[in-house]
């Protein structure tokens, strides 16, 4: 099914991140990177890799394990997941592989990304695709001491814990399926590439730090001077059952130069209707 899919890795200080590749026949090649949501990894694009593959589009695909999810490296014990070191750790990666001509197309926490550097860099990005989210998370000012305290004591929870084992493969799979409300042939993969065995026993790769609350969230002045940003051609994929918040009439009148499409599905919509978004992300990238 992906017999042209790559296991791949790069270097970024002393962390590998590990990433998916399709190769492309030409070096001047669109380069087309999937960022995952938080907790996902690059399997949750394997749909929409097949789908891209079997169109034979000269297209150089990556989909990246973030740093602390699926193969990628685990950060070191004293450092945690500020949101805003993804961005700058999508930069290095962008460079270490010599991407040119790229769009972005981020699933949740991914989208959120794939924003922030659309906005920051816009001559670096030729399209931005977002699935799930659009707006960067943001908060009123004055919850900005409570979230710092909360984001500590998480941080001292997490010290405290000690690494326990998943009791099977499929209890694991289950705890995912009632997470994602994804059912167990969709979810299987994102599972297999979080999981390894130690001694006999199941562990999840994914970093534990991962689920530490956040020390700090922008404002939503911050958050719309991010949007306002962008300039490269934009598109939001939202599905018909996800999160309420993101089909607020509030936050998409502020939306004024975004394309913003509906498919059926909840959350992880791209895995619900993979056929549909594959032709949206098609639209958007072959347009430009």
Known sequence: ???????????????????????????????????????????????????????RLNWRVIALDLSGHGHSSHKSEHHFYNFHDYIDDLHRILIKIQAVDVYLVGHSLGALIASCYSAAFPDKV?????????????ESADLGVERLRKGIESRERWRNKSLKPVPSKQDAIKMRMRATKLDAETV???????????????????????????????????????????????????????????????????????QIVQVEGDHHCHLES????????????NKN
């Open 188 to 258: 299987t993969p994102i599972v297999e590439r979080d999981l390894h065995q130690i001694g006999g026993q199941w562990y999840w790769r994914h970093d534990g730090k991962l689920k530490c609350e956040s020390v700090y969230r922008m404002t939503e002045q911050h958050a719309q001077e991010v949007m306002a940003a962008i300039t490269v051609p934009h598109l939001i994929i939202l599905g018909h059952r996800g999160y309420p918040y993101l089909r607020q009439a509030h936050w998409l009148s502020l939306l004024n130069h975004a």
């Open 274 to 285: 993979p056929q549909e978004v594959v032709e949206l992300i098609l639209g958007l990238v």
């Open 126 to 138: 030729s399209g931005l695709v977002q699935i799930e989210a659009h707006f960067p998370l943001a």
């Open 1 to 55: 099914m992906h017999s042209e899919l790559q296991e791949k890795s790069v270097r970024i200080d002393d962390r590998t991140i590990a990433y998916l590749e399709l190769e492309a026949s030409k070096t001047t090649a669109k380069t087309v990177v999937f960022i995952h949501g938080w907790m996902d990894n690059a399997a949750s694009f394997l749909p929409l890799l097949s789908r891209i593959e079997q169109q």
